[in-house]
């Protein structure tokens, strides 16, 4: 299966593709890795599509390289855990670890495998929040800490001395759109990361090749703003502005945009 860009996404694409090789070098085993993508969005969500093109750009792999499996529809088999080298998960767009609903508890259940199977894993947003509460931790809403854009996000003395997340420097830019916050993180969790306005930001396992962001590494500007266009009532209720005076705030975020693939270098040790 092909996702379309659009020629100026082509032509950014193949820039920070560029960037990326110069950081990393190409490694043919890394072309062979199989990624498991748990998604949370309908079958008509215009970004289901697009958090794949998403993904395939940030860990700079080939579309073939990522198979799908939505959690909508139940939880993935051990099968199908085991034939993936490495799970992703992502946004949700209308779906909420606090509104939950009866596909919930299987979605959370799948959590719970990957943290027992310590299984390679990167969750971001509504992942990040899933992780937390299927582990013991609390997801409440509140809207007076809700988050949108580009914010600046500090790292916590942990995270500078994490082997992933140190090089970031700190503050460093992150893109979020949540509602949801993790107020209360699992026991075994290490707090990497956090903003003057929500303190759990990111963590990681103990012992554990197991990272979790509200931020998404896989955004640029563009995708960020293809993410506001697709869900407008949030631009509005969170941030009072309208959507065309939001975009205009956004921020690139380079060095965040090549934590994926730093991820897979570090667990496959590339």
């Given at each position: 299966?092909?996702?379309?860009?659009?020629?100026?996404?082509?032509?950014?694409?193949?820039?920070?593709?560029?960037?990326?090789?110069?950081?990393?070098?190409?490694?043919?085993?890394?072309?062979?890795?199989?990624?498991?993508?748990?998604?949370?969005?309908?079958?008509?969500?215009?970004i289901?599509?697009?958090?794949?093109?998403?993904?395939?750009?940030?860990?700079?792999?080939?579309?073939?390289?990522?198979?799908?499996?939505?959690?909508?529809?139940?939880?993935?088999?051990p099968?199908?855990?085991?034939?993936?080298?490495?799970?992703?998960?992502?946004?949700?767009?209308?779906?909420?670890?606090?509104?939950?609903?009866?596909?919930?508890?299987?979605?959370?259940?799948?959590?719970?495998?990957?943290?027992?199977?310590?299984?390679?894993?990167?969750?971001?947003?509504?992942?990040?929040?899933?992780?937390?509460?299927?582990?013991?931790?609390?997801?409440?809403?509140?809207?007076?800490?809700?988050?949108?854009?580009?914010?600046?996000?500090?790292?916590?003395?942990?995270?500078?001395?994490?082997?992933?997340?140190?090089?970031?420097?700190?503050?460093?830019?992150?893109?979020?759109?949540?509602?949801?916050i993790?107020?209360?993180?699992?026991?075994?969790?290490?707090?990497?990361?956090?903003?003057?306005?929500?303190e759990?930001?990111?963590?990681?396992f103990?012992?554990?090749?197991?990272?979790?962001?509200?931020?998404?590494?896989?955004?640029?500007?563009?995708?960020?703003?293809?993410?506001?266009?697709?869900?407008?009532?949030?631009?509005?209720?969170?941030?009072?502005?309208?959507?065309?005076?939001?975009?205009?705030?956004?921020?690139?975020?380079?060095?965040t945009?090549?934590?994926?693939?730093?991820?897979?270098?570090?667990?496959?040790?590339?």
């Open positions: 299966m092909t996702f379309p860009f659009t020629p100026i996404r082509h032509w950014l694409r193949d820039i920070r593709y560029s960037v990326l090789y110069s950081l990393y070098g190409h490694c043919v085993m890394f072309d062979s890795l199989r990624y498991l993508l748990l998604q949370v969005r309908d079958p008509d969500d215009p289901r599509l697009q958090e794949i093109d998403c993904f395939v750009w940030a860990l700079q792999c080939q579309p073939e390289q990522i198979q799908m499996f939505d959690l909508l529809s139940g939880r993935p088999s099968a199908q855990i085991k034939a993936a080298d490495m799970v992703f998960l992502g946004g949700s767009g209308d779906y909420s670890v606090v509104q939950g609903g009866p596909w919930l508890e299987p979605a959370l259940d799948a959590m719970r495998d990957l943290h027992a199977l310590a299984k390679p894993t990167f969750a971001s947003c509504w992942g990040f929040q899933a992780m937390a509460k299927a582990l013991g931790g609390l997801v409440v809403t509140d809207m007076h800490r809700a988050e949108l854009g580009t914010h600046h996000v500090s790292l916590t003395p942990a995270g500078e001395q994490d082997p992933l997340l140190r090089w970031l420097g700190t503050p460093f830019l992150g893109h979020m759109g949540h509602q949801d993790v107020d209360r993180l699992p026991a075994d969790a290490i707090l990497l990361a956090s903003t003057p306005r929500v759990n930001q990111a963590f990681q103990a012992d554990k090749p197991i990272y979790c962001t509200q931020f998404h590494p896989e955004l640029t500007v563009i995708g960020m703003a293809e993410r506001l266009r697709a869900y407008p009532e949030y631009v509005e209720k969170i941030s009072g502005l309208s959507l065309d005076v939001f975009l205009q705030g956004l921020i690139e975020t380079p060095n945009n090549t934590l994926l693939r730093r991820f897979v270098h570090y667990v496959f040790g590339g």
